[in-house]
């Protein structure tokens, strides 16, 4: 019994050792909606530049507190459906986003360019919007994510993957199965309905209206 009562204890100790005291403002978004589904492609090398990504320490989701509660009445939504949202990436430190910018400044490093750019030059990236200096997400009220079916465990067909760069990622691009933007509608739909705004070079991107830090680009650690 002791060596049971040691082990839920230890367990409990590394939970909390595993997170930090967040800013003022800012909030893990498990403690508001625990059934999101996440898939952070920066902790890993399965993202547009095949490495971690500098301040991704743990697979965690940091959003503003506005946004975790926005995005608890999404997933509230469409838990009904029997679907569930399906998070990419939320906060991103500005340590991520420098690292994005030199990784951009490399025009021989493509490693991963038949997967997430194959039809673009690279050096175009900036120019077209795909990457900048500064990102909306260091403000915390950003996330990209999907919509999956809870029972199969599948993401719903939206035409292009996540983090793919080209014409055929933007938000509305016409060229697409009836099925394809019929999803890409109920992301849109829910998301504007539940407060937030999308953004027309990316479906999965979208930005909270009214966020609460719209002129500050943090820097803390996503652990």
Known sequence: MKKWIFSITAFAFSLLA???????????????????????????????????????EEP??????????????????????GLSLKVFDAYRPQTAVNHFV?????????????????????????????????????????VDLTIVHIATDTELDMGSPYDFFGTISHAKYKNLTKEQK???????????????RPYKNEWWHFTLNNEPFPKTYFDFPIK
């Open 18 to 56: 595993s997170s930090q005291e967040l800013p003022k403002g800012f909030s893990y978004v498990k403690d508001f909606a625990p059934t999101i589904q996440m898939e952070l492609r920066y902790c890993s090398h399965n993202n547009f530049m095949g490495v971690p990504v500098d301040g991704y």
């Open 60 to 81: 965690v989701l940091i959003t503003s507190t506005k946004t975790a509660k926005a995005l608890a009445k999404v997933q509230e939504e469409l838990l009904k459906k």
């Open 102 to 142: 030199r990784w951009a400044r490399i025009p021989n490093d493509t490693l991963t360019k038949k997967q997430y750019y194959p039809d673009l030059n690279k050096r175009n990236l900036f120019k077209l919007g795909y990457i900048a200096t500064k990102s909306g997400h260091s403000r915390g009220s950003s």
């Open 182 to 196: 019929a999803n890409r509608y109920l992301l849109r739909k829910v998301m504007i309905a539940n407060g937030f």
